[in-house]
């Protein structure tokens, strides 16, 4: 038997818990484990479709010990959640998890422990990122990656080496710069690298193991799987992004100024056309329905189409006071700032009416 504090186990278990496929293939996986570790009681959640295998360890404020056990993840969750004492014990007697907290009492089945994959060993170390450099990073490239519902689906992925990189093969990715120093390439699904953003509060020490890639951070241990990237080499969006000439505009003013096209360009296709040419940016949708400018430092004279929703959607989200735009052939446009770079696939320019 265990006594746990309530308010801290609660934490942990709905951390845990997030991992929890909502759609259940294998009854293993709406399961949560709990085992004792080196004094702490961890518990563990393996979403397999995902391939996520997460763990995070608590203090246990009095007992000694409990056998490992695998109960519901929800009924667990909403046990914690509903304790009225301060402390909660943990007792496993036959099949059954014994719960009580104050006059509260409850009783959970349980399931066969080994069923879990055992926790992975660390492996190579990769690089640790200082503390919120993860969240900062990978906050500013997450939107690019479609359909991220906590827990959920992904449709996107990370690629982990020197730099960040998020895709979403609709119209755009992006990147932002890490460091020189990191040591090969690793894709991960983005569903995995929004757990981790989520769950981490300080430094993340990362490791290549033979599962994928292990995040420490404290108590909180997480591995992800790796992807395959299906042979697209996104990487190549960027080559031309050095000979490009770019115009610099006030982020601010150009994202409110997108904001109002989009309400128009809806109604055609999300299509925009945009002119860039004395010093100023101008956008224009359905030839005269919707047109706007605002102040900018131009090199050249440059007319392109976009998916107005994409550009928009990057031009609020890219952190800085000013952003550098720019267009490549009128196939590629990039919008960057400081570390952070996006390209955006252009549209065919629409003949006029």
Same mark, same amino acid.
Request: with cysteine.
């Given at each position: 038997m265990i006594t746990l504090n309530t308010k801290e186990a609660s934490k942990t278990i709905t951390n845990v818990v997030r991992a929890v496929p909502r759609k259940i293939e294998h009854p293993i996986s709406q399961c949560v484990k709990l085992f004792m570790d080196e004094g702490l009681l961890r518990m563990m959640a393996f979403n397999i479709n995902d391939g996520i295998i997460i763990s995070d360890g608590l203090d246990i404020v009095g007992g000694d010990d409990m056998p490992p056990v695998a109960v519901d993840a929800s009924k667990l969750n909403q046990v914690f959640q509903s304790a009225i004492g301060d402390t909660a014990t943990l007792r496993v007697k036959g099949n059954m998890l014994h719960f009580k907290s104050g006059t509260m009492?409850?009783?959970?089945?349980?399931?066969?422990?080994?069923?879990?994959?055992?926790?992975?060993e660390n492996g190579e170390h990769i690089y640790t990122l200082p503390s919120k450099d993860l969240s900062r990073t990978a906050r500013s490239l997450m939107f690019l990656s479609d359909n991220i519902d906590y827990p959920?689906?992904?449709s996107g992925a990370f690629l982990i080496s020197k730099y960040f990189l998020t895709t979403n093969n609709s119209y755009a990715v992006g990147r932002r710069l890490i460091s020189n120093d990191i040591v090969g390439e690793y894709w991960l699904p983005a569903y995995g690298i929004n757990h981790v953003v989520r769950s981490a509060s300080g430094d993340v020490e990362i490791y290549k193991t033979p599962y994928g890639l292990k995040f420490l951070c404290g108590?909180?241990?997480i591995d992800i799987s790796l992807v395959d990237n299906s042979g697209t080499d996104f990487g190549k969006a960027f080559l031309a992004i050095r000979e490009t000439e770019f115009t610099v505009v006030n982020?601010?003013?150009?994202?409110?100024?997108?904001?109002?096209?989009?309400?128009?360009?809806?109604?055609?296709?999300?299509?925009?056309?945009?002119?860039?040419?004395?010093?100023?940016?101008?956008?224009c949708v359905g030839g005269d329905?919707?047109?706007?400018?605002?102040?900018?430092?131009?090199?050249?004279?440059?007319?392109?189409?976009?998916?107005? *929703?994409?550009?928009?959607?990057?031009?609020?989200?890219?952190?800085g006071g000013d952003i550098q735009i720019g267009v490549y052939q009128g196939r590629m446009i990039y919008v960057t700032?400081?570390?952070?770079?996006?390209?955006?696939?252009?549209?065919?320019?629409? *003949?006029?009416?």
């Open positions: 009492s409850a009783r959970l089945a349980t399931q066969d422990a080994d069923m879990f994959v055992n926790r992975v959920g689906n992904y108590n909180l241990d982020r601010s003013k150009f994202s409110d100024m997108l904001s109002a096209a989009l309400v128009f360009a809806i109604d055609f296709s999300k299509y925009a056309s945009i002119e860039m040419a004395d010093n100023k940016i101008a956008v329905v919707f047109s706007a400018s605002v102040a900018a430092e131009t090199v050249s004279n440059v007319t392109f189409g976009v998916n107005c *929703e994409a550009l928009s959607e990057i031009v609020s989200k890219i952190s700032a400081g570390d952070s770079e996006y390209a955006l696939a252009g549209m065919k320019l629409r *003949e006029p009416a």
